[in-house]
């Protein structure tokens, strides 16, 4: 995926920057995977206030990650993205194992458990250095304009 068609898809999704939290798709595999990036650049607002003497990525930004890099697949796979709209609808098995800081960078890999009708389920973990930080299991419904 060129990083013009990421861009394009990117402004598809209902979040905008400064709330875009992939930089880049690497891998895509319409039937069952994908892998994108957020570079932590320590730049963004919310470590100002998370915490401010010793930074950490809130956890619900890293679903949010997740969530935007899964949007952005189901766009790619969609017969006409301007007509379609994704909602992720529930997180199930959260969990956080590791904190995110300034100066990483972090590999997400989702992939596709279940798609029947509008419905998907995915897997997404979210790597730091080769290590798990953070993993769930999201459900996401397409829904025509």
């Avoid at 957020?38 to 963004?44: C, F, L, R, S």
């Avoid at 995915?122 to 459900?139: I, L, S, T, Y």
Wanted: aromatic letters at 8%; glycine letters at 10%.
């Amino acid at each position: 995926m060129s990083s013009g068609e990421i861009g394009r898809l990117v402004r598809q999704i209902p979040t905008q920057y400064p709330f875009v939290l992939v930089d880049r798709i690497l891998e895509h595999d319409p039937a069952g995977r994908l892998v994108a990036v957020k570079n932590v650049t320590g730049a963004e607002d919310f470590f100002a206030g998370h915490f401010p003497s010793h930074p950490v990525m809130p956890g619900v930004l890293i679903l949010e990650s997740l969530a935007q890099a899964a949007g952005i697949w189901l766009l790619k796979t969609a017969p006409d993205p301007r007509r379609v709209e994704i909602r992720v609808v529930g997180f199930d098995g959260a969990k956080f194992r590791r904190p995110v800081v300034p100066g990483d960078q972090i590999r997400f890999e989702l992939e596709m458990l279940k798609f029947s009708g509008k419905t998907c389920r995915m897997k997404g973990q979210g790597f730091v250095d080769g290590k798990v930080v953070a993993e769930a299991e999201m459900v996401a419904r397409v829904i025509d304009r």
